[in-house]
């Protein structure tokens, strides 16, 4: 049971990426996803979440530039990432704090590996 990210990488400041989080296939549904960050020497903190019923949440400090979406079937979620500030350099982490597996048991607080995006000015 696990998740995998993707997609990050070294874009100059105002670019863009778009990251990808998808589930193992083990991996039945998933209600809420979130993405958050850490930057080097500090905390890791959430940037978005969704769930599965389309609700949305953002952290102040990425709201009208980031946007999270979702492919339900495919319990893959994504992170569009505009106007890129060099201030959101960090490894992407995908989660989900519950997630139910084909054997039809529940799996809490599962990540992803990261994926480093570097945001250069």
């Known amino acids: 049971v696990q998740l995998q990210a993707s997609g990050g990488g070294l874009v100059q400041a105002g670019g863009s990426l778009m990251l990808s989080c998808a589930a193992s296939?083990?991996?039945?549904?998933?209600?809420?996803m979130r993405w958050y960050r850490q930057a080097p020497g500090d905390e890791r903190e959430l940037v978005a979440s969704?769930?599965?019923?389309?609700?949305?949440t953002y952290a102040d400090s990425v709201k009208g530039r980031f946007t999270i979406s979702r492919d339900n079937a495919k319990n893959t979620v994504y992170l569009q990432m505009n106007s890129l500030k060099p201030e959101d350099t960090a490894v992407y982490y995908c989660?989900?704090?519950?997630?139910?597996?084909?054997?039809?048991?529940?799996?809490?607080?599962?990540w992803g590996q990261g994926t480093l995006v570097t945001v250069s000015s």
């Open positions: 989660n989900s704090p519950v997630v139910l597996t084909m054997a039809r048991r529940y799996e809490s607080n599962v």
């Open positions: 296939e083990n991996i039945f549904s998933i209600n809420v």
């Open positions: 969704t769930t599965t019923g389309g609700t949305t």
